[in-house]
């Protein structure tokens, strides 16, 4: 019987490094997207300061794993084979979960998830005990007796306290550092950057590296830290003087940028709080296991005789585990690609620029919008006319920070933002683990601290407020889903393992498995269509012959996805396959979507022209608009061919399928000969494109006339004939559309070799 929780140890050794991977797959996002927006330093470089402060980090995270053991659940209730379960059960779930989020890109939190986890299985194992093992006796009010309540909620509230707290402080402290800094920080006077770089150096080195190394083994920083916080006040105000001292030599006399070594140490310094936080949610549970099940071997008693009391004694994470964790959690860092879909969504939610928004906006962020305009401008009626003008022109931003970047290496914000964002989140945290021994989630206080600062920033202006703050709605939705999906799939999993025993658990570890397997191939392939696939790119040319080189790729892939969404759509509806028409009108909506990125970056390739190369701009929007008549055409077809068959309608009749088939052919060839010939830039062969539009238009227009007679004669279905005239019109727009903006390069490309516009 013993051999059976050995091998459970071995599983649930395999689920914690794979927990350590997607675990940091997921929470990369918060020690990297500072460093990352504000483009201070290489990426390189900011790879290996996280991973030291990762490395050093989980060092110190012995303290933290006394909540997996003892945290949620009283172990003097439960005995060893019980634990085991509730282990087991827990670690299923939290490598499933993470995954799931790492997929769809989204930052959630590891603390949240392991801390319901950890309820869910211990509130499902104690009502069994009460319900099923009880002599009824017992009812559901006692089930206090076995949970944690008081310390549960006690984490709960932590957690969801600092959303509010992290937001709070950090719009105030950005909004203070902007008053005194601006948005000209370079041109400031050198005293202003040493005082803000003294208080943001101090506060890291204390917080993180005087009292987060002052949880490790080492007796000598054990004793300085603890002189140290003996004599709190003082220390931090000399060394605040200090700093800023040193900060005025560096700035002075080393002609450095003291915000890069902040975004530096920041970095090290989040990193590290991360790895002494939330090493406790990857691998505190299997430590947990290891040391009950050392501790019940040493006993002799039957397993189910065990009582685990032993486990709420203090006990010391073994420091081979800590420093392999760290290892593996370094090497997910550098290696995982899921890491980086993660950074991009809180990156893109905290940029200064407008641009293209991930998210929509929603009734929610609408009215929040309208309201704090409200609010705001109330303010200002309030506020004395002078301090409103001097606030406002603290935070005049400079062009280069209005103006949307053209290329994808321009920072998001700018290096303030970034080390306040750094100094705020590593201080909340660090006082959270070391002051409070709550295991905080880093994901809520670093995202919302990022939120704060972007809004004090007025990086949420009304051209993008609606869009951020909806982005903020869904991820913090996503958050709660995670409580509740994180209790319920621990509750069930440990019911299926107490019913199932080790064979359930080797059932639910293959359907891990395979899980995971699908995830990873299905993500792997979505990277390699990412690559193969040419998305639309932002004109950047400030002429005409520039611009139609440089939108000739962008209308050689619009004609190469319509090609295929188009043919997609009508084979879709003739073999009626629902799911090959729903792809397609994924693919059909996608295309509009980057067609309006296209067309919002439209003011700003505008204003980065020269008065005499104006008319570039002009058709550019022209060739813009013809673009989005060919996407609006597309997400008809799309839309009405898979409401019929989703409807469940009759399918055409034999003759329409054959016109169909003519015009899908006809079609497909035009978009073909155009697309090689925008690929190749050969425009002069575009005559031959424009004679098959003709003739295609013709066919078109002798189909519809067929479909008359036939509606006249012997048609029996409105929704089929209303389908029919719908896709033939629809077809007739699309080729239009095409033609359009065929005949405008043939004319354009033309006139400008014999203008000799270059």
């Not at 099923?132 to 206090?144: F, K």
């Not at 402080?169 to 400031?188: C, E, K, P, V």
């Not at 004939?721 to 004319?747: C, H, K, P, S």
Request: proline share 2%; glycine share 6%; with cysteine.
């Amino acid at each position: 019987m013993g051999d059976i929780y050995v091998y459970m140890l071995i599983i649930l050794a395999g689920l914690a490094i794979t927990d350590l991977v997607v675990g940091v797959s997921n929470d990369a996002v918060n020690f990297l997207n500072s460093a990352i927006g504000s483009k201070a330093i290489s990426f390189k470089t900011i790879m290996i300061i996280a991973s030291i402060g990762i490395a050093v980090g989980a060092l110190s995270s012995s303290g933290m794993m006394e909540v997996a053991r003892k945290g949620i659940f009283k172990p003097e209730f439960f005995y060893f084979d019980e634990v085991m379960i509730i282990f087991m059960a827990v670690m299923i779930t939290d490598v499933l979960l993470l995954d799931f989020f790492n997929t769809l890109g989204l930052p959630t939190s590891t603390t949240v998830s392991i801390v319901f986890e950890l309820l869910g299985a211990a509130v499902c194992i104690s009502l069994l005990k009460i319900y099923v093992e009880g002599d009824g006796s017992e009812t559901i009010a006692d089930l206090g007796t076995y949970i944690n309540s008081e310390k549960a909620l006690m984490i709960i509230a932590g957690i969801l306290g600092s959303v509010v707290i992290a937001f709070t402080i950090g719009a105030i402290a950005q909004f203070l550092s902007r008053l005194l800094l601006t948005f000209q920080y370079d041109n400031r006077p050198p005293i202003f950057a040493s005082l803000f770089g003294g208080l943001s150096l101090i506060s890291l080195v204390y917080f993180i590296l005087i009292k987060g190394l002052g949880k490790t083994d080492i007796s000598i920083v054990q004793q300085a830290a603890g002189y140290i916080e003996s004599h709190m006040g003082v220390t931090f105000f000399i060394g605040f003087l200090i700093l800023s001292a040193v900060s005025f030599l560096y700035i002075q006399v080393l002609k450095a940028d003291i915000y890069k070594l902040i975004i530096i140490l920041g970095t090290f310094g989040l990193a590290m709080a991360f790895a002494g936080n939330d090493l406790v949610n990857f691998i505190g549970v299997v430590i947990g296991a290891k040391q009950a099940w050392m501790l019940w071997v040493e006993s002799g008693v039957a397993a189910t005789d065990f009582n685990m009391s032993v486990l709420a004694a203090p006990q010391k994470s073994p420091f081979w585990f800590l420093l392999g964790a760290g290892l593996i959690m370094v090497l997910t860092l550098w290696f995982s690609s899921k890491a980086q879909a993660v950074v991009k969504t809180s990156v893109d939610l905290a940029r200064q620029d407008s641009g293209t928004e991930r998210f929509q906006p929603n009734a929610f962020s609408r009215i929040v919008v309208r309201y704090s305009i409200a609010l705001s401008a109330g303010v200002e009626r309030i506020l004395p006319k002078k301090t409103t003008e001097y606030i406002n022109s603290r935070f005049e931003k400079p062009s280069e920070i209005a103006v949307l970047p053209k290329h994808a290496d321009k920072p998001a914000f700018d290096y303030v933002r970034a080390a306040v964002n750094l100094m705020i989140a590593s201080i909340l945290i660090s006082i959270a683990t070391t002051y409070l021994t709550l295991p905080l989630s880093t994901t809520y206080v670093t995202f919302m601290v990022a939120m704060g600062t972007s809004l004090a920033d007025r990086a949420w202006g009304t051209e993008s407020a609606v869009y951020r703050i909806a982005g903020v709605i869904n991820v913090i939705g996503g958050w709660f889903f995670t409580a509740f999906s994180a209790f319920t799939a621990a509750a069930i999993f440990a019911a299926i393992i107490y019913y199932g025993g080790f064979v359930a658990i080797i059932i639910l570890v293959m359907v891990a498995i395979g899980l995971l397997v699908r995830s990873y191939l299905k993500h792997k392939s979505t990277q390699k269509e990412v690559k193969v696939t040419e998305e639309l790119q932002k004109a950047e040319s400030n002429t005409i012959q520039g611009i139609i080189e440089e939108s000739s790729a962008n209308v050689a892939t619009v004609f190469k996805r319509a090609k295929r969404i188009y043919k997609n759509t009508l084979d879709g509806l003739i073999a009626q396959d629902l799911a090959r028409l729903k792809t397609s009108k994924k693919e059909a909506k996608k295309l509009s979507t980057e067609i309006d990125g296209l067309r919002n970056n439209i003011f700003y390739l505008i204003r980065g022209m020269e008065d005499q190369h104006l008319g570039a701009s002009r058709f550019y929007i022209e060739v813009l608009g013809h673009l989005q008549d060919i996407s609006q055409s597309l997400d008809y077809i799309s839309k009405s061919s898979t409401t019929h068959i989703d409807n469940n309608h009759k399918s055409l009749k034999f003759t329409q399928i054959k016109d169909l088939k003519e015009v899908i052919l006809e079609s497909y060839n035009i978009f073909e000969k155009a697309q090689e010939i925008f690929k190749d830039q050969d425009f002069g062969k575009l005559d031959t494109v424009i004679i098959l539009k003709r003739e295609l238009l013709q066919n078109v227009d002798q189909k519809i006339d067929k479909q008359v007679q036939r509606t006249k004669d012997t048609e029996n279905s409105p929704k089929n004939a209303t389908l029919y005239f719908g896709l033939m019109l629809e077809t007739r727009d699309l080729i239009n559309a095409t033609m359009n903006v065929v005949e405008q390069y043939y004319t354009q490309y033309d006139a400008s070799r014999f203008d000799g516009d270059e």
